[in-house]
Structures are given as structure tokens and as C-alpha cells.
């Protein structure tokens, strides 16, 4: 469990630099910029690295005149700031042998109201496919009945059968924001059932369990895996305690209305990748996530973008303050470690060298401030 990638994960949500490139999103060019080819890798740094210099720093504006800095080095840490109880471990644990879960494939019934099902489909249009409207045979889970899909799409699974093969009709709503071309047009779905989802299997904590999981293995031991996990647990619990303080502790000035809507747009961008990945158009994915339109996410995103800032404000000052800068031995170390490659061409082309260079850049930061703290 990497220390980085928690931290940047619980403590900078808006820098998971690393968690974005090794694979969350789903379209081929952020597919294959995680995998580390370059070949036709689309380019997206007008939209990542629009707020940003290539050295990762804000575009137009002066960290240190945005925000007072406190003192943030030999931070103390009280004990019980950082102490791992038995639940927690055992909550961590459980949550990762959740991720090695199986369930039983029910192939041998029709498909009832309330099942959980994976289907694949391909929408088309006047007998045209249309973007978001493929799982391109990956296959997703839905709950046949749900109103998750457009008009009574997940109503007209109901008595099918896996293995079967049908056409879904239904008629996009007008006005459809997503893709206003496709407001009011009736569409067919090209549907197969794969299977309903059966019963959930848990994986007991093992050695044998540890050993034989690729991703485990270097755990050694369930004993050594329980140890390792309380100690990262630990850190990051004390790492978070001492930036979330420092972050208390800041004055900020008010932050250019420019900056914000740049960062929102970042984060706007990201959740359509995350749609994509899932097979999903906007206006579903946004439904699923509580947002009754474009203008609702827009506006919630925008009350997260202005605490993310405050974050990259505070991080960028101290290194500033300390003369951080990121080279190329930097961003090499960064991805070997991070993300599993050294060569970040890809990631460069898709993202901009400024967002690449920004999460170096406050990761650094974050570890100057961390690792002078002094635990109780």
C-alpha cells in the first residue's frame, strides 16, 4: 500500500494524479496513456493544465500572496491522532478482500425485478451508433427495474433470460442535455444478457490467500499483511492530521473567479471520463451521482473546487517558501514509483507537463511538511 497514494487520495483529492493515470479512465487515449503507449494519445492539457505553468505552478497568480502560512514544520502529533484500532484494521482488511470478491453467475432463469444483471449493449440512432451508447463488449452491472438508464430501458430486461439477444426501444428526453442532438430521437439498443448476479463470496485471510494473490504476495504472511497495512494506516493517519492542521491554521485571500472555474472544469472533464469508462452518457452518470443537471454539478463542483485550492494554494507556498521545483529525475522518480513506468510521455501528451509537474511538485511539499512532524 503505497504511502503517496493514500495521502493524495484522503489529503489532495484533486492531485490522485497517480490513481487517474493507472487506469480509472476508460476512453482509448486515457487508456493507452495509462498503459504507457503513446501512440495516438489524445491531447487534453488545454483542459488539465489550462491553470497551470509547465513547472507545475499556478497560471497568473502568486501562491504566497494568496495565502499567510503558519508554522508547519515539527508539527507534534498526539498518540491518539494516530492510533490504529483493532475495528479499523479490521474495516481496512475487510475492504480489501471485498475488492477479491466472486459471485455466482445465474445463467439458468429469467431475469426478475430488482436483479442485479451484466449486460452489454450497442445504441444506434436511425441505425447509427452514437457516442456513449456502447459498452464495446466489457460488459456493466445494472438493476433491472431501476430508472439508472433512460425512459423504461432497465424495465424491458425484466422476463429475458441470459444468453439472450433483443432490441431495448426507448426515446431520449427533451431537452437532453448531454448530447442535445439526441433530445426526443427514439433509439434502439442492441441488448444481451450475460448473467444476474448471484450470491457474493468473500475470500477468508489466508496465508495461502496472500501468497497466492499477485498483488498480496509481497505482504508475505496474513500476520505480515495485517502489520504492514496498521503501520501505512498510521502514517497516513499522522500525515493527515498534520497537513489537515497546517490547512486550519492558513489565512487565505480570496481566490481569482478564473482559477476556480479552470479547476472545475478539470474536475468536469475527469467525471466524464469516469461515464465513459462505465459505458455511461452525462446525463445518467449524473443521475446516478445526485446532480439534477449540468448547472448543479457545476455549482457543487465549484464549492469542492474552492477547498481543493486551498490545498494546492497552501502546498504551492511552502514550496516556494522552501525552493521546491520539480526536474526530470523528479517526474521519473515519481512515475517508476507511483504509477509503474518511467517513461511519462503519454501522460505528458494527455495531461500538459504542468499537471504532471504539479502533483510532483505538492507531493514534495507534503512530504517536507510530514515528515518533520513529531509523533507523541
Known sequence: MNKNLIRLGSVCTCLALALSLAGCGASSSSSQAASGSSSAVEDHSDVYSAYL?????????????????????????????????????????????????????ITDRAIADGDVVNIDYVGTVDGEEFSGGNTNGRGTLVTAGSDAYIDDFLTQIIGHTPGEEFDVNVTFPEPYENNPDLAGKAAVFHTTINYIQGDKHVPELTDEFVSQTSALADYGTAQGMKDTIRTSME???????????????????EFPADLVNQLVDVSMAQFESQASAYGLDMETARS??????????????T???????KTVVMLEAIAKAEGLTVDEDALTNYFSTNVGTSDYSAYQTYYGRGYLCQAVLLDSAMDLVTSSAVRA
Open 53 to 105: 505553468n509547465d513547472d507545475g505552478t499556478l497560471k497568473g497568480v502568486d501562491s504566497a500572496t494568496l495565502v499567510t502560512l503558519p508554522q508547519y514544520k515539527g508539527i507534534s502529533v498526539p498518540a491518539e491522532e494516530y492510533t490504529i484500532t483493532d475495528d479499523e484494521l479490521n474495516t481496512q482488511i475487510n475492504s480489501i478482500l471485498d475488492q477479491y470478491a466472486t459471485y455466482d453467475q
Open 235 to 253: 502514517d497516513n493517519k499522522a500525515d493527515n492530521y498534520v497537513l489537515q492542521k497546517v490547512l486550519d491554521e492558513c489565512q487565505f485571500s
Open 288 to 301: 446516478m451521482m445526485g446532480y439534477e443537471s449540468e448547472d448543479a454539478q457545476r455549482e457543487a463542483m
Open 303 to 309: 464549492a469542492s473546487a474552492q477547498e481543493q485550492l
